[in-house]
């Protein structure tokens, strides 16, 4: 039985910039492309690390939200920064990049999984629950 692949999008995040889709889902699993900082009313890179990885995350939820899940769904992130960081450095586990598009300074890719139960409610925990509790600001 061959599964089917559905692309994703959302016009709440922005338009891939190359020959990609925002997301493909796969059973009830959804792989989403790495988004970075960009409003997707404007095109406009967020300005700073920080405001572009609330951004980041804004964009990841419309496009989770997009396929019927929520950031509680993701079960797998991968980062990838451009050099963020001065010496002495530190101790860490994150892929690093020469350079990301539109000079961006952070993208994030990732993974999640659909509960078949339509209407079941992870708890929010860690990142997500301060996350949520920012509203993405």
Avoid: C
Wanted: charged share 15%; no cysteine.
């Amino acid at each position: 039985v061959a599964m089917t692949r559905e692309a994703i999008s959302s016009k709440h995040a922005p338009a891939a910039l190359g020959p990609y889709s925002q997301a493909i889902r796969a059973g009830q699993t959804v792989w989403l492309s790495g988004q970075l900082g960009l409003d997707p009313a404007t095109g406009n890179l967020a300005d700073g690390v920080e405001a572009q990885t609330h951004q980041v995350f804004r964009n990841l939820r419309a496009v989770a939200q997009a396929a019927g899940g929520e950031l509680a769904d993701i079960v797998k992130l991968t980062l990838l920064l451009a050099d963020l960081f001065t010496a002495p450095f530190p101790a860490r586990a994150t892929y690093q990049v020469a350079a990301l598009p539109k000079a961006a300074r952070i993208e994030i890719e990732g993974g999640l999984h659909l509960s078949p139960v339509a209407d079941a409610v992870a708890p929010q925990t860690g990142w997500r629950e301060t996350f949520d509790q920012t509203k993405g600001q």
